[in-house]
């Protein structure tokens, strides 16, 4: 079975590269010159654990080859859609499926043999049949040609590990040929009994963006408990052990902290209220932007703290923000909690320094600076704010930390730090979900001496 897979970022480059690590001949296809030159030197454009050794294992067995050139691709039996659908800004929830027509305008009239397509994309119910209709009309004397849909639930920074080892396949179909195909293609997965959950083609259009809206839910619901601990006096962890140690809750996706950031649960999830909005389902709109809401909610309140901290007036004062990206292990910044955070402080006037150890590419008009050490963006601060859990942050040695600060004071807005070492230390220490009403009393005549 000869398999195209069309569009190369982190979803469809590691989707080809796994395929190609099954023993499938794959032609991977990007419009991006430069990425595409990078891939097929074995080399992924992002950060993406052992993606590397897998494009170079794929290419050197012959089996994976990268091209801009689309032709190259037309007499594959199986072509995975794995282009980009951005969220438009004006309507914000929007997807914007430009990239999606122009590939499938693009590829019909080259198709010379029956096949299917199967999309991969991020899109709203409906899609696929939009999909097959417009094959029809592109190429009206083409082949047969049938559309699925397959969503991916890859986590930026595990997308090998998760395609290699999904916690299930979804396929949507409207014909059990395609489904057969389909299992095919999947074989070596199910032979590991990986679930294959098949279902039609809405649903299946529809599971991306409502899994991601049920873990931003999860996430917004802890941190909502997270601040009522704070008022009760609670403890916001041995609460989570609680509430995980019943498998009916579960444990995952319950760490509190800033909220979720990234470039897929914010989307998706305005997506959905997009989706709700529109059939008219008000109370159902309603409550995924209460989720919304709550998400930028902890980054409200960790600029009031901070704010709070250094004696109601950020103007001037020196901060030290450790962590850029928008999760541990991503140089991803996309609508990170912790450039969000930092852009507030700095555009209230304070001086904002900020460490992050892979986040390198950052906007020429960001209002804070990138250094390249986390000692450095804590030099002389009267502030630090850990924003990304990087292991390295809480490795380290707060002792040495505070003989480099003004005053050791610390927002552990991701909870990344050993809470217990860094007030032996003689630090201060703030943690969502713990303590913002047992903060030391003093605080404020600190902040202002
Ligand atoms: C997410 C989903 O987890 C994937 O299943 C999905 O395929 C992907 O989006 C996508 O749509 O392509 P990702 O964006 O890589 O993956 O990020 P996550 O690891 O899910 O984390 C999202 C955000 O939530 C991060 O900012 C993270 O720090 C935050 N988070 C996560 C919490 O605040 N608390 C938690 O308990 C878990």
Redo the contacts with the bound molecule.
């Keep these: 079975m000869r398999i195209s897979v069309l569009g190369t970022g982190y ?1 469809g480059a590691t989707h080809a590269a796994c395929l190609a690590r099954e023993g499938y001949d794959v032609v991977a296809v990007d419009c991006d010159p430069r990425k595409v030159a990078s891939l097929a030197a074995g080399r992924a454009p992002f950060r993406e654990d052992g993606l590397d050794d897998l494009l170079r294992a794929g290419i050197d067995a012959g089996r994976l080859c990268f091209t801009t050139d689309l032709h190259e691709a037309a007499g594959a039996d199986v072509h995975f859609l794995c282009v980009g659908t951005p969220e438009t800004t004006d309507p914000p929830g929007r997807l914007d499926l430009s990239a999606l027509w122009g590939l499938v305008d693009d590829l019909a009239p080259l198709l010379r043999r029956p096949c299917l397509l199967v999309g991969r994309s ?1 899109v709203p119910a409906g899609t696929a049949r939009e999909v097959r209709d417009r094959v029809q009309r592109s190429a009206p004397a083409g082949p047969e040609v049938s559309v699925a849909w397959n969503p ?6 595990h997308a090998v590990a998760d395609s290699v080892d999904p916690h299930r396949i979804v396929v949507g179909t409207e014909d059990a040929a395609d489904l057969v195909s389909l299992r095919e293609v999947y074989r070596p997965w199910l032979d590991r009994d990986v679930p294959f959950v098949t279902t039609d083609l809405a649903t299946a259009e529809l599971a ?1 963006v409502s ?2 809206a049920m ?1 931003a839910t ?2 917004s619901m ?1 941190n909502v408990l997270a601040e009522l601990c704070e008022q009760a006096g609670a403890d916001v962890d041995g609460l989570v052990e609680v509430l995980g140690g019943d498998p009916r809750i579960g444990r ?14 914010p989307k ?1 999830l305005r997506g959905l209220t997009a989706s709700a909005q529109d059939a008219g389902l008000a109370v159902a709109a309603d409550f995924l932007r209460q989720v919304d809401r709550v998400n930028d909610h902890q980054r409200s309140r960790t600029v009031a703290l901070a704010t709070d901290l250094l004696g109601g007036d950020v103007r001037g004062r020196r901060i030290a923000v450790l962590g850029a990206a ?2 541990a292990g ?1 140089d991803d910044l996309r609508e990170s ?1 912790a450039v969000d955070v930092a852009g507030r402080l700095a555009g209230a006037g304070a001086t904002v320094l900020v460490h992050d150890p892979a986040a390198h590419d950052v906007p020429s008009d960001r209002p804070w600076q990138l250094v390249a050490t986390a000692a450095e963006a804590c030099t002389d601060a009267e502030l630090v704010l850990v924003l990304t859990p990087w292991p390295e942050y809480a490795d380290l040695d707060p002792a040495r930390l505070r003989r480099r600060v003004r005053f050791p004071r610390v927002i552990d807005a991701r909870r990344a730090l050993d809470r217990e070492r860094w007030q032996q230390a003689g630090w201060q220490h703030w943690a969502p979900g713990v303590d913002a009403a047992t903060l030391p009393a003093d605080h404020r005549s600190v902040a202002t001496a």
């Design positions: 979803l991020t991916e639930f890859l986590r930026e920074g991306k899994a991601n873990l999860r996430i802890v995952d996706y319950l760490e509190p902290g800033l909220g979720f950031g990234g470039s897929c649960l998706d928008f999760k991503s909690p």
